[in-house]
């Protein structure tokens, strides 16, 4: 298609010959497949996914994204799932975009998450491998990457995982860096001053959330000059 142009596809029908047709959009006519299963997905931000980009499961195109339209809260694209393929779509599963590139700044340095060769040129939505149950819903959120996923983050804006009390905020900002053994987990999202204390609200990548619990204990580290 990217050497041809646009062209006309035509399928072969019945009935009496005829000289004028109504042309159809391919999207509009693939929606309207009975056996093909359409979903929508709703995401925060486009996430480089975009219209004519394939549906993949285990690196198996099974399905396409036909639309992509914006909305004044979010990004909903429209897809379908092949007739071969909807079996493998439940209830309970989770679409994530295909990302090319993703690029973290933390203490540490700097941390790169990139796809395979072959995602770089592909893009799209990629279904997370589960066994599915209960009926395929018709929406289904759009999650960033697989950690966002598994739990159920759907947005990319960092809202407060925890929030700590302290007397004295000595030494912590907005942008303090959180730290597990030295290693970057998080960071201080804002300090807020109330009547008797200081509320200190952190963010904790979902990577590292499993290392949250009750018995977590938390104390400032002065800057290394």
């Known amino acids: 298609e990217l050497f041809r142009g646009d062209y006309f596809d035509v399928l072969s029908g019945s009935g009496e010959a005829k000289t004028q047709f109504t042309v159809e959009k391919e999207e509009d006519f693939l929606l309207g497949l009975p056996n093909m299963l359409a979903l929508t997905f709703q995401s925060a931000e486009s996430y480089g996914v975009d219209e004519g980009q394939g549906i993949y499961y285990n690196d198996v195109q099974i399905g396409e994204i036909l639309k992509r339209n914006l909305t004044l809260n979010n990004v909903e694209f429209q897809g379908v799932i092949y007739p071969a393929y909807r079996h493998l779509v439940g209830q309970n599963s989770k679409f994530v975009a295909i990302s090319n590139l993703d690029v973290n700044i933390g203490l540490d340095g700097l ?115």
């Open 111 to 225: 941390r790169v998450k990139a796809g395979s060769p072959s995602d770089w040129i592909k893009g799209g939505i990629r279904l997370l491998a589960d066994k599915p149950s209960g009926k395929a819903k018709s929406k289904y959120p759009l999650y960033k990457d697989v950690d966002y996923a598994e739990l159920g983050i759907a947005s990319s804006e960092k809202l407060p995982t925890l929030t700590l009390s302290t007397n004295t905020p000595s030494g912590i900002s907005q942008g303090s860096v959180v730290l597990y053994r030295d290693f970057q987990v998080g960071e201080v999202l804002k300090v807020r001053p109330t009547k008797n204390q200081f509320e200190v609200d952190l963010f904790v990548e979902p990577a590292y959330r499993h290392l949250i619990s009750e018995k977590n204990r938390y104390w400032v580290e002065p800057a290394v000059s």
